[in-house]
């Protein structure tokens, strides 16, 4: 596998064996894009040959992956450009192995746990790198998580080592996105390889609406009383193939902005926009509804000349998701005509029942933080808890104080990428996933979803990478190809 991955690749090798010829932050050619691109397509066809060997074999699915980390491990040493841009390019095709794990005294980890292995070298590469910004945002990310190991050691509360490093998920985002995007056409490289690594669990979120997902063992539904059966696709729960979902649509929408395709490949993209969609709302996940339809509203209100071939598609599209939209706005509308007081909204069993429950989980929570000390209450407990809210789960776990650290920080990266010299559309891009972030905070736990952190971080991180390197000539990162 690794040697056919490395010969789709090969192009981008010098003669002495890195993608370019000098250290600086030079732009990839327009050859290695490309190369990387087609290695990238060829990793995710493997992989999706791995999704269906697991219904059969999981030994051999679970072998497949370690021969996968491994390549990629490799690449992390030897070429650590190469091994970022790879693992962007499939890490959301990879998250359908999740449940792939050998009950094993030897081999107890699960291959989404064994994935962090090529992304710890890649950070270990990044530390001699010479940073010409960031450095308060990854000093101010190093105390939020102090903060967590503080409530930790101070309550005597087992670590949970998985928790730990999908809560590093923003921290390993943001650097990786310092270290390694430098300009504009390696962010657009970034998005297109996203897009890729998007396109399988779309896929599949689609034909499981179409055509069911009974006798297919792969797919994946959560069932509820008023909304039905929510789609989840290849993942375990309906909001993480949402937050897959999103990705999907925005990197969609920007190939399609960005680039001047032909009619087919614009269809094409059209259509894909569509079945993205189509996955958000199959979802019923309120909040990444939201988001999806504010994206929708903007780039259709951008770009409404060019989008007369989206017209039957927006269509079509509408009157098949009649009977989800039917049953979120049901759910909604239920909850809304409830007789509501906020100051027992946390207290009182008769609203336990809303937000699909999510009510009766934060009226827990919210009991267990009062009942802690007053030094719990404003430092935290170290506990966690499955708490479907960024907010819930952060507060139980930092408290008050770190809580506030973490909102504070996302005000601060606001502030930044407001203020950073990029293009109006870059700082829309930007302003945006942010404040998608933490509007989903609100009904899920993002903090402890570590794709969709590594994405979003990496995202704004090299975003404030090219805003720096547009305001001077010197390159804002010292990278090694």
């Known amino acids: 596998m690794a040697k056919t991955a490395n010969a789709a690749i090969a192009e981008n090798a010098s003669p002495r064996g890195s993608l370019l010829s000098d250290t600086m932050a030079d732009s990839l050619s327009k050859i290695s894009r490309k190369s990387i691109l087609n290695g990238i397509v060829l990793l995710d066809a493997i992989i999706l040959a791995l999704i269906f060997i697991k219904i059969f074999s999981p030994l051999v699915a679970y072998i497949g992956g370690l021969f996968m980390i491994g390549y990629l491990t490799y690449l992390a040493i030897s070429r650590p450009v190469v091994c970022f841009f790879t693992i962007i390019g499939i890490k959301l095709t990879f998250d359908a192995l999740w449940d792939v794990q050998l009950d094993s005294t030897l081999l107890q980890f699960s291959l989404l746990e064994l994935f962090i292995v090529p992304v710890l070298v890649l950070l270990v590469t990044s530390v001699t790198a010479k940073y ?106 309906a909001a993480t193939n949402g937050m897959t979902s999103i990705i999907a649509l925005v990197s969609c929408l920007y190939v399609l902005q960005s680039t001047e395709p032909n009619n087919r490949s614009r269809i094409m993209l059209i259509i894909f926009a569509g079945l993205a969609l189509l996955a958000i709302i199959s979802g019923a996940t309120r909040s990444i509804m939201i988001i999806g339809a504010v994206i929708i509203v903007l ?70 933080f009062n009942a802690g000390s007053m030094w719990q209450q404003f430092f935290g407990s170290g506990l966690i808890s499955d708490a479907h809210s960024s907010y819930f789960f952060l507060l139980l776990q930092i408290g008050w104080f770190g809580l506030a650290v973490y909102i504070l920080f996302h005000i601060l990266l606001l502030r930044s990428v407001y203020r950073a010299s990029l293009s109006l559309q870059y700082k829309l891009f930007g302003l945006a996933i942010l404040s998608a972030v933490l509007l989903m905070g609100a009904s899920a736990s993002v903090v402890n979803y570590t794709s969709f952190q590594w994405i979003i971080y990496f995202m704004i991180g090299s975003l404030l990478n090219i805003g720096l390197a547009s305001s001077s000539s010197v390159p804002a990162a010292d990278v090694r190809y």
Request: charged residues 15%; positive net charge; hydrophobic residues 50%.
């Open 132 to 237: 010409r910004r960031g450095k308060w945002e990854i000093g101010y990310l190093l105390f939020y998580l102090a903060l967590r190991a503080f409530a930790t050691l101070m309550n005597n509360v087992p670590t949970d080592y998985t928790i730990l490093v999908r809560q590093s998920g923003i921290l390993i985002g943001f650097v990786l996105g310092l270290r390694f995007v430098t300009n504009e056409d390696d962010f657009g490289t970034i998005i297109r390889a996203l897009f890729i690594s998007s396109i399988v669990p779309v896929a599949a979120t689609a034909f499981q609406f179409f055509f069911g997902d009974a006798d297919i063992p792969i797919f994946h539904y959560t069932i509820e009383s008023v909304r039905g059966a929510r789609q989840a696709g290849l993942y375990f729960d």
């Open 299 to 368: 780039f259709v209100m951008k770009n409404i000349r060019r989008l007369t071939l989206a017209i039957p598609v927006l269509a079509g599209l509408i009157y098949i998701i009649q009977p989800y939209l039917e049953s979120v706005l049901l759910k909604s509308t239920q909850e809304i005509r409830s007789e509501i007081f906020l100051s027992d909204l946390l207290t009182s069993p008769q609203y336990r029942s809303l937000f699909t429950g999510r009510m009766s989980i934060w009226q827990t929570i919210w009991s267990d």
